[in-house]
């Protein structure tokens, strides 16, 4: 059974920075397409980061430039480096895995396969 556990979230001032992590389990296939998605309350859920086994990246424009979303393959986990923190960046973080690789976009549509629990980001002003 595949898990995604992420872990690393928590409170921060405007300007600091926080990692994401996003460790997987049980995940049985050798290709992959993961990404980062957040929500914040009263909004939508929205694409923020993916990577693919192709090592292709694709981010939303809001994050461009911000965060870097990596993958070590040998520890089964993603990361996002969140930097430059802004208020407006507050939300559920969640990540999201498909066996799928190509075509790897942050689009909630694209990951029909595994998503975890979600990690609380909140920065102040």
């Known amino acids: 059974q595949v898990q995604l556990v992420e872990s690393g979230g928590g409170s921060v001032q405007a300007g600091g920075s926080l990692r994401l992590s996003c460790a997987a389990s049980g995940y049985p296939y050798s290709t992959y397409c993961m990404g980062w998605f957040r929500q914040a309350p009263g909004k939508e859920r929205e694409g923020v980061a993916a990577?693919?086994?192709?090592?292709?990246?694709s981010y939303a424009d809001s994050v461009k430039g911000r965060f870097p979303i990596s993958i070590d393959n040998a520890k089964n986990t993603l990361y996002l480096q969140m930097n430059s923190l802004k208020p407006e960046d507050t939300a559920m973080y969640y990540c999201a895995a498909d066996p799928e690789s190509g075509d790897c976009y942050p689009r909630e549509s694209r990951f029909v396969g595994y998503w975890g629990q979600g990690t609380q980001v909140t920065v102040s002003s």
């Open positions: 990577v693919d086994s192709d090592g292709s990246t």
